[in-house]
């Protein structure tokens, strides 16, 4: 009977579909020690896990780093989360992880991971439930270990930044069992005093130092706590659940003193500004105030009785004014031509031609006789001189032509 022949490509692709509907594989937790780990330059990590009996070549590629809190090294002992399928090309399987955890905390981790999105699904991460920080808060209440870095830092950044503001510590468990309940009769204590903004945390530690900042009870009373809360819980690579639900994050104790206190010579600079821009508003409205003052006293006082009685009294004395300097003007014109006229009447007056050595020469009737023709011989004539008259006769006319 003849056997089939398949190509070894085909029995690797056998073997991969095999892995493929193993469902077991497609969900694996898988606990070990740590050996060859390898971070490449385009983010992958390659490593083996091992056992007293065994290995095995895992790999977590660089989309999946985010769910890494930590820096793998040799010899850690972890719980990788992943499946295991084959690498066709090579014939091999391998484990491709999405998750990596301390060994110690990953059950706990898986818990945490559901529970996050539990609490995510009910809005509490949500933005729009986020309170502001005030900007310029008066009591701080913190709530961490009464020693440590963290409440030294906490300290010496506030009295740094604006030693007017009040610090409020409730000495409270930080890690271990009855931690988160230590910390949440913090918080309540806190809500009791009326503090304006609270930091709740501790500084860094192990991932299982700082698991009581991941209970749901901290986490549903940092949400539900009526006065805004700053988180800051561990390092800045270090994240547990009530960052989520924390109205502020601080990547740092440090850095939470740093958002909640605010520094006073700013302030003091701040309130100068306002300060001169007030007074410079307040000249600018006075000084527009006192024009409109001027000007409705302008009105008022050309609208006034007086006001109008003196402008028709001086309306009256400009038309005398007017007048009497129209009829000085006739009167200089009429005397100009009085005196143009005087002047032709003299001109053509018969006494002074009569002064100038002329006779009016008349008849008997009184008739001026002024035609040669109309003088006959034995006519008398008077002739009228400037000092008499002279009574004569025609004795004889003699013609010049």
Not at 236 to 250: K, P, S
Not at 293 to 304: C, D, E, M, P
Not at 367 to 393: A, C, S
Request: overall charge neutral; aromatic content about 6%.
């Amino acid at each position: 009977m003849k056997q089939n022949i398949y190509s070894v490509g085909q029995v690797n692709q056998y073997i991969k579909n095999m892995f493929a509907q193993d469902f077991l594989l497609e969900r694996i937790l898988v606990r070990g020690e740590v050996s060859n780990c390898k971070y490449h330059a385009s983010g992958h990590i390659y490593f083996t896990l091992k056992d007293a009996v065994g290995a095995i070549a895992c790999v977590m590629f660089a989309g999946n780093r985010r769910g890494l809190t930590f820096r793998m090294k040799e010899g850690d002992n972890v719980i990788v989360s992943g499946s295991v399928q084959v690498y066709e090309r090579d014939g091999k399987y391998q484990l491709y992880a999405k998750q990596i955890t301390l060994d110690g905390v990953g059950e706990r981790y898986v818990r945490l991971e559901q529970l996050k999105r539990e609490l995510a699904e009910m809005g509490m991460f949500a933005q729009e439930y986020k309170q502001p920080i005030p900007a310029y808060p008066r009591t701080i209440g913190i709530v961490t270990a009464p020693t440590g870095a963290a409440i030294r830092d906490i300290q010496t950044i506030a009295h740094r930044r604006n030693p007017t503001v009040q610090l409020i510590l409730y000495p409270a468990l930080v890690q271990g069992d009855g931690a988160a309940a230590s910390v949440i009769n913090g918080i309540h204590a806190m809500e009791q005093l009326g503090v304006d903004v609270m930091i709740v945390g501790r500084g860094g530690g192990s991932i299982e130092d700082l698991w009581a900042f991941n209970e749901e009870a901290l986490a549903r009373a940092v949400f539900d706590c009526p006065i805004p809360v700053i988180s800051a819980v561990g390092h800045e690579t270090d994240t547990t659940l009530i960052d989520y639900v924390a109205d502020l994050r601080a990547p740092t104790p440090s850095a939470a003193a740093e958002l909640a206190v605010w520094k006073l010579d700013t302030a003091q600079a701040y309130i100068d500004e306002m300060q001169f821009r007030m007074e410079r508003q307040m000249q600018q409205q006075l000084a527009s105030l006192r024009s409109r003052v001027q000007a409705l006293t302008l009105r008022i006082k050309y609208a006034s009785p007086q006001n109008q009685l003196n402008m028709r009294r001086q309306y009256i004395t400009d038309l005398e004014e007017r007048m009497t300097q129209r009829m000085e003007q006739l009167l200089r014109d009429a005397r100009h031509r009085m005196q143009l006229l005087a002047q032709r009447m003299e001109s053509g007056s018969p006494l002074r031609k009569l002064s100038a050595g002329y006779s009016l020469v008349t008849d008997e009737d009184g008739n001026v006789v002024n035609d040669f023709e109309r003088i006959e011989t034995g006519m008398r004539l008077t002739l009228h001189m400037l000092d008499g008259d002279v009574k004569t006769r025609v004795e004889e006319k003699q013609c010049r032509k």
